[in-house]
């Protein structure tokens, strides 16, 4: 039977000399999408809100190949998801958070309903009792199409009703936070300490760090934020040591969760940022064309292969991270396993 995908002495040294060692032996991987590939369709409308590189990745995520893929990633370690859909077909967005509370059931692995800011209270109420599902996570493409992309603010897909009934059960909130200037738009911040404020009760994790994949999407980020006291964030998606570093002197490993983004995690790479703008180096051909997205560059051959996996990349920032600021053992385990077990805990 063939592998989902390749794993080449390249990623074993880099897995057996870097990471499986510092990682703890139980992991709980607080971002994961799981979707079926009938779920989406080729969208008529030209409102583009999202990158396009994510879905040259994987045409569809089941369950199976989420495990799969911690199978040939992680010897050795035992992983835990945490699971929701992709951005799909608004049609379709029923029937995906219908399969993810299905697969939930089945492995026991918990999830999040992908949430549309349409929905009542009483609606979103009534589908995460019914699917069991932790909370919610939502995107901002489903904001009102009459918004300009940057000007949509966190309140236009995640609405104040349906936060009331998050903080009411004490449930999950994973943000992907919008607009171009990232972790350090002033509006984005403001938004995160109205949350905090407002809705003590929900389980806050901030996605990617807030989107600062390059120092330059910092700003004066951490100085506001190091008001918070119960927001979480995880660093998915992300390779940018240096935010790494600057979130853990401000929030402590307490709130650090780690969330890999899969299946784009898969993604063979490695990430550069040029004037604050990230790109994505990735073997030549191995990913279709990749012109469209500036995102994306190819390299040629000598270089591509020296390239390993996305989540390799990711693990090893932080890892650097983590020793730049001398966390211990006991942090380590917290930001992998523990915190994760705490937000996920249910009364």
Not at 60 to 65: A, R
Request: glycine letters at 2%; proline letters at 5%; aromatic letters at 10%.
């Amino acid at each position: 039977m063939k592998s989902l995908f390749e794993v080449n002495e390249i990623d074993h040294e880099f897995y057996e000399k870097r990471l499986r060692d510092w990682m703890p032996d139980k992991i709980i991987d607080i971002h994961t999408h799981v979707w079926l590939k009938r779920f989406r369709e080729k969208s008529k409308n030209k409102l583009t809100r999202t990158v396009s590189w994510p879905s040259m990745v994987a045409a569809e995520n089941p369950v199976e190949h989420l495990i799969e893929t911690y199978k040939l990633m992680f010897p050795g370690k035992t992983v835990t998801p945490l699971m929701f859909t992709t951005i799909v077909s608004e049609n379709k967005l029923d029937a995906a958070n219908d399969y993810v509370a299905r697969v939930s059931h089945k492995t026991k692995y918990p999830a999040l309903i992908f949430s549309h800011p349409r929905w009542s209270s009483a609606e979103l109420a009534d589908k995460i009792k019914a699917g069991k599902f932790l909370g919610a996570k939502s995107y901002l493409s489903l904001a009102p199409s009459c918004l300009p992309t940057n000007e949509i603010r966190i309140f236009d897909f995640f609405s104040h009703h349906q936060l009331e009934v998050l903080n009411k059960h004490s449930l999950v909130m994973m943000l992907h936070i919008p607009r171009n200037d990232r972790l350090r738009d002033p509006v984005n911040l403001a938004q995160l300490l109205e949350i905090e404020e407002r809705y003590p009760d929900i389980k806050l994790i901030v996605a990617h760090v807030g989107r600062a994949y390059c120092p330059e999407d910092i700003g004066n980020s951490f100085k506001v934020l190091a008001k918070t006291r119960k927001m979480c964030f995880d660093f998915s998606a992300n390779t940018n040591s240096e935010t790494f570093r600057r979130l853990l002197e401000t929030v402590g490993p307490k709130r650090v969760l780690f969330g890999s983004d899969l299946p784009i995690l898969r993604m063979r790479m490695r990430r550069i940022c040029e004037n604050g703008f990230y790109v994505n180096l990735v073997p030549k051909g191995l990913y279709g064309d990749v012109s469209t997205d500036n995102h994306m560059r190819e390299v040629k051959e000598q270089e591509a292969e020296k390239l390993t996996f996305f989540m390799y990349e990711e693990l090893d920032a932080f890892r650097r991270a983590a020793h730049a600021v001398k966390l211990k053992r006991a942090d380590i385990e917290d930001v992998f396993y523990n915190n994760a077990r705490r937000l996920l805990t249910t009364k």
